[in-house]
């Protein structure tokens, strides 16, 4: 089934099982490696930082390292463990699912067309 779209609701669960779990439209970017969504979100979610993600951007000599806890995501009734990234603190950020989620999840997105997979 191919569809476009370059958004796609999904729940974002901590692994502990959370009584407020959050459901948001996310961003499909297969070029971004993991999943980002607000802090507030996943502070509500019971999301928590538990490590480091490492970015290795062409532009960059060095990887960037952002914060990053562990949870749960659902799409389309499909769940997966991903890594979520943790924004700074000051910035609100689109929830973004990445190409990490997407493949767990058994999705592919064309990059030249924006068609999703599944």
Not at 71 to 90: C, F, N, Q, S, Y
Request: glycine share 10%; net charge neutral; hydrophobic share 35%.
């Amino acid at each position: 089934m191919a569809m476009k779209s370059n958004k796609i609701t999904a729940k974002v669960i901590c692994r502990g099982g959370s009584a407020n779990p959050y459901i948001a439209e996310f961003r499909v970017d297969p070029a971004y490696p993991y999943c980002l969504a607000p802090r507030s979100a996943l502070s509500s979610a019971g999301i928590s930082i538990e490590g480091t993600a490492h970015f290795g951007w062409k532009s960059c000599t060095e990887p960037i390292r952002k914060p990053c806890g562990y949870g749960w995501i659902e799409v389309m009734g499909e769940e997966t463990l991903v890594r979520l990234v943790w924004p700074p603190p000051d910035v609100e950020c689109e929830p973004i699912i990445g190409r990490e989620a997407l493949e767990r999840l058994g999705m592919r997105v064309d990059s030249s067309t924006g068609e999703m997979n599944s």
